[in-house]
């Protein structure tokens, strides 16, 4: 047990220091996108100017979906204002480029955009607080709820382990668990390959994820709904150990300890991936959630399996429940907004 605490200190020291470097790569990428978006709607004036509309059109197009989607979520949660304001330049000067309007129609909406997009990088530069602590908090609520039932379902299979006298499965069991462990960053890779080379509208392809993740997660908030779920699964979980203790095989209880945590392991990995979309920029604090989250998980685990202690786990479930209901609420919108983009 004393190993498992080291590793658990050992991975939420890491993985915030793993993380930094990616998140202020973001930031300067997001930045870099908005010099690049500036550079397009330029290049679509200048196309305009030479009498060829089309070109000018898909260059301020792709300005918007190439770059400044880049930051729009983030962005979002730091000056929604600044986002929707930007959002209707963007379409005013690709309407005034597709009507035909006047040349110095069309560079007062280019110009009005520059300044817009200047104000972006500006904001993109500040060190806001809102948006890191949002971020923060759902990261730790996702994993660490997740967590604490995946704990509780251990838990609850060693216990019936040692009622049934067979506390000498307890090592098959435990590599079901370490493999279902391997499989969640398995899934995990897999769905972000799946969502970087996947032949259909990125904009469809992050609405559907975020809109089955917000099904999920009412599902899971609710915690009258999720305690009559959680009690089912228990008594499902002791059937199982006991069918796996009278078949005596190895590989039974190898499966029992797979089954029992990988469900989470899948449940999580959909979230962050949700997440991920919702708080592009973020990643810092989406990390640092996680690393949060993983001490949490180490102290409360050690207290229920190795020291056998009653937790008040109960009131600390509804609160990540209501935190992850906020969420639903903000992945929904999100997934309002990749319909609308695509």
Known sequence: MKRVALIVVALALLVPAAAHASSGNDLEQGRHQMTLATQGVTDALDAYKAGDRARAYTLARNAYLDHFEFVEVPLRLRNPNLVLDTEFTFA???????SGDSLSTVRGSVVKLRHQLQ?????LAKKG??????????????????????VLLIAILLGSLAAGSAANYKKPLGIGVAAAGVATLATWVLATVVIDI??????????????????VLIVV????????????????MRART?????????????????????????ETVLFYQALALFAKGLGLYVWLGIAAAIAALGAVGYAIIGLGKKLPLKPMLITGA????????????????????A
């Open 92 to 98: 005013e000067l690709r309407n005034h480029i597709r």
């Open 119 to 123: 104000d972006v990088d500006r904001e």
């Open 129 to 150: 607080i809102a948006a890191p602590i949002i971020a923060f908090l759902f990261s730790f609520s996702i994993l660490f709820r997740e967590g604490v039932e995946a």
């Open 198 to 215: 996947a032949p259909v509208n990125r904009e469809l392809l992050e609405a559907i994820t975020a809109l089955i993740a917000v099904a």
């Open 221 to 236: 908030s609710f915690w009258l709904i999720q305690r009559l779920e959680h009690r089912r699964r228990m008594e499902f």
């Open 242 to 266: 006991a069918a796996a203790i009278a078949s005596g095989t190895t590989a039974a209880f190898i499966g029992l300890g797979f089954t029992a945590v990988y469900r989470e392991g899948f």
């Open 322 to 341: 209501s935190i992850l209901l906020l969420l639903s609420i903000a992945f929904a919108g999100n997934a309002v907004r990749s319909l609308q983009s």
